[in-house]
């Protein structure tokens, strides 16, 4: 976030000197086992009793279901939850056409739901029916609410809430949401460099036959051709029922986040404000570290890799290197893999449940 200074978390640890593949998920586990194992351990022995409720505050594409479905892996996915606004809203929908889960609903929203709608009209609202496409804050913080009350001692992260200022106006929302459950709550911030975030947008690519998404310079395939015609390298989908069908980039991704901006500077906004709010604990996790400092903060195996190609003798060769991109207030870094992202939230949550 551009004039704000996330902190930098360390995750070099003293002793720890294997290389691990953070892309093989037994390795990931003894990575995050070398790196943060008693954090790990106390957090294990909190969520079989105790639970939480985390808001995952970033813009998007900053990586917050990511970053969570990490900390599910190392510390318990059975008892850590992620939940997206959005399916919670596309879940409600497919669960209206079962009559018994539609009457759960109903009951819910008639104790629970403080808007301008009938129960009825909230039904249409959810299915597309009603004029209005847009959901009122107060729906969605009913349907929030109603998602957790499911979720009985299950340590939540939310992700999608606020999306808004209006629903940070005043804090009334929020009094809404924050201790509608007896555990504790507390915010996440993500700050990811508008760099990362715009290429990962302009570089991706999908494959036509099974939808499988990669990216050119960040995630490519074992399979890499070259167009004669273009002079141009592309991917071609190593899943083995596609035949290396050639992978193609999603209309308009050209373009990076100017589509998305205005969603972009709210969020911006929506983090700036809560950042000045007081008595709910914050973390702060930053996707990248300094280039001058990254020797004393990070193993070189934690840092993104950025792909290159090129044609030695009729072949096409990888040349693989660190990923540098300028942070949103101009400083040379390194953008980090979720993993090590991912140590620093585990790390940080120890620490904000006073473990």
Not at 269 to 279: A, E, M, N, P
Not at 293 to 322: A, H
Request: with cysteine.
């Amino acid at each position: 976030m551009k004039g704000i200074n996330f902190p930098v978390f360390r995750t070099k640890t003293e002793g720890v000197t294997r290389k691990f593949d953070l892309n093989d998920p037994i390795e990931r586990r003894e990575y995050f086992l070398a790196k943060a194992g008693p954090e790990i351990e106390k957090l294990k022995d909190y969520v079989r009793g105790d639970s939480f409720v985390a808001y995952l505050l970033g813009k998007k594409n900053s990586g917050k279901g990511t970053y969570t479905k990490l900390f599910m892996e190392a510390v318990d996915g059975g008892r850590v939850g992620h939940v997206s606004v959005g399916d919670i809203v596309r879940d409600v929908h497919a669960s209206l056409s079962d009559p018994e889960k539609k009457a759960a609903l109903a009951e819910f929203l008639g104790e629970n739901y403080r808007g301008f709608h009938s129960v009825e009209e909230v039904f249409d609202l959810i299915e597309g029916r009603s004029q209005s496409s847009l959901l009122s804050t107060e729906l969605i913080l009913a349907l929030l609410k109603y998602e957790i009350s499911k979720r009985a001692k299950q340590a939540i992260f939310i992700d999608g809430f606020p999306r808004g200022l209006d629903q940070i106006a005043y804090a009334l929302f929020l009094r809404e949401i924050l201790g509608y459950r007896e555990d504790p709550d507390f915010f996440v911030f993500i700050d990811v460099p508008e760099a990362v975030i715009d290429a990962r947008i302009k570089t991706r690519v999908v494959c036509p036959v099974c939808k499988t998404p990669r990216n050119t310079k960040l995630a490519p395939t074992k399979y890499i051709g070259y167009d004669e015609t273009q002079k141009d390298f592309y991917l071609m989908c190593d899943n083995p029922g596609c035949n290396k069908t050639r992978m193609i980039p999603k209309e308009g991704d050209e373009l990076g986040i100017e589509p998305i901006r205005k969603r972009l500077e709210v969020d911006d906004q929506v983090s700036r404000q809560l950042l000045k709010l007081t008595g709910v604990p914050k973390i702060l996790l930053r996707n990248s570290v300094p280039v001058d400092d990254s020797d004393n903060l990070v193993d070189d195996y934690e840092m993104t890799p950025i792909y290159d190609f090129r044609l030695e003798g009729g072949e096409v060769k990888t040349v693989e290197s660190p990923w540098i991109v300028n942070d949103d207030n101009g400083t040379p870094s390194y953008s980090l893999l979720p993993a090590a992202v991912a140590v620093a939230l585990i790390k940080e949550t120890a620490k904000v449940l006073d473990l």
